[in-house]
């Protein structure tokens, strides 16, 4: 069984703090590392997919690294938004599709 | 971007009943349909991988003759639960690639199922 750990498991920040939590998998047989945005009643929806060992991806105040070498992925949100609330998944690829997922970070932006 | 529904949404059942929940690409072709299921505080845990045209493979565990998985076309998987029980009470959520897509895109996801078993 692969284990793909996500801290913390949820986090409170104030609209405009900056955050970032982690997603450690296995470092052998990598073939992806995805990221996915999972709001309430909706969804997930792909953020990234990264693949080469320090990658950095970044889409809008949202940016991931990655390092396959350790094992680990942050996300980072920059002057986190009340619609940025949501939980955040990663899920680890090691082979013939098959993803397997992290507890996700359930994320609270107040206002 | 590609979209993924999913019916019902929501579905309480009485025990022993059968509950059939369909997975459809809209806009894509998807020869490999994914079905997750998942526990309160816990992961997407895979249950089984739909293949058009062809068996299912299930996960270790999970049961084919109770999860009957049907992947008529290249647009719609159906997960049948059957003589449903309170333990089967879960969230289902279905996730399906591109067809020939590599292993390094994403998947996309259907909003998911809710069944309550009473």
């Not at chain 1, 470092?27 to 992806?32: E, K, L, P, T, V």
């Not at chain 1, 991806?57 to 396959?68: F, M, P």
């Amino acid at each position: 069984i692969l284990n793909v750990e996500q801290s913390p498991q949820s986090l409170h920040v104030q609209e405009g703090d900056s955050t970032n939590f982690t997603c450690s998998f296995p470092s052998s047989n990598f073939y992806a590392l995805h990221w996915y945005r999972w709001e309430t009643a909706k969804s997930p929806e792909a953020l990234f997919v990264m693949t080469l060992n320090g990658d950095e991806k970044k889409k809008g105040r949202i940016s991931a690294t990655l390092n396959t070498k350790e094992g680990y992925s942050y996300l980072y949100i920059k002057g986190s938004q009340p619609e940025d609330s949501a939980t955040y998944l990663c899920a680890f690829s090691g082979g013939y599709q098959k993803v397997t997922f992290g507890i996700g970070t359930k994320l609270q932006v107040i206002p | 971007g590609a979209v993924v529904s999913q019916h019902p949404s929501w579905v309480i059942c009485k025990s022993g009943t059968s509950v059939k929940i369909e997975c459809r690409s809209l806009d894509f072709q998807a020869t490999t349909m994914f079905w997750y299921r998942q526990f309160p505080k816990q992961s997407l845990m895979l249950m089984a991988t739909s293949n058009e045209g062809s068996k299912a493979t299930y996960e270790q565990g999970v049961e084919k003759d109770k999860f009957l998985i049907n992947h008529a076309s290249l647009t719609l998987s159906t997960l049948t639960v059957t003589s449903a029980h309170p333990e089967d009470s879960s969230f289902y959520i279905c996730s399906a690639p591109r067809k020939g897509a590599s292993l390094q895109e994403t998947q996309y996801f259907g909003p998911g199922t809710r069944l309550l078993v009473l």
